[in-house]
Nanobody, 123 residues
Framework: QVQLVESGGGLVQPGGSLRLSCAAS????????VGWFRQALGNEREFVAS????????YYSTSMKGRFTISRDNGKNTVHLQMNSLKPEDTAVYYC????????????????WGKGTLVTVSS
């Protein structure tokens, strides 16, 4: 059983940057596609980005494309989300998820979920 743990969230000023990490335990992450979602208070969960098991294929939500970058380090069993030029509307709990098959969007049933890390963008 794979467990996913997110870290790196916190309070950041508008225009700032954060790097979120998703670390796996209980199993290897290299055989899984991994992605990030976010959910703001009172909103539905929103797809952010995903990456294939090899790292060669990535998908991004149109609202985050150009500011966010997903990457992975299979040797460290970790996936990252680099977030730049953060805006107050980026405030949300960010979740990572893993699945055997690469996906795009929010409609797929995924194998594993983390518990989330809170990102707050405010001056």
């Amino acid at each position: 059983q794979v467990q996913l743990v997110e870290s790196g969230g916190g309070l950041v000023q508008p225009g700032g940057s954060l790097r979120l990490s998703c670390a796996a335990s209980g199993g290897v992450l290299s055989g899984y596609a991994v992605g990030w979602f976010r959910q703001a208070l009172g909103n539905e969960r929103e797809f952010v980005a995903s990456i294939g098991w090899s790292g060669d294929t990535t998908y991004y939500s149109t609202s985050m494309k150009g500011r966010f970058t997903i990457s992975r380090d299979n040797g460290k069993n970790t996936v990252h989300l680099q977030m730049n030029s953060l805006k107050p509307e980026d405030t949300a709990v960010y979740y990572c998820a893993a699945n055997r098959v690469l996906w795009y969007g929010t409609g797929s049933r995924l194998d594993y979920w983390g518990k989330g890390t809170l990102v707050t963008v405010s001056s």
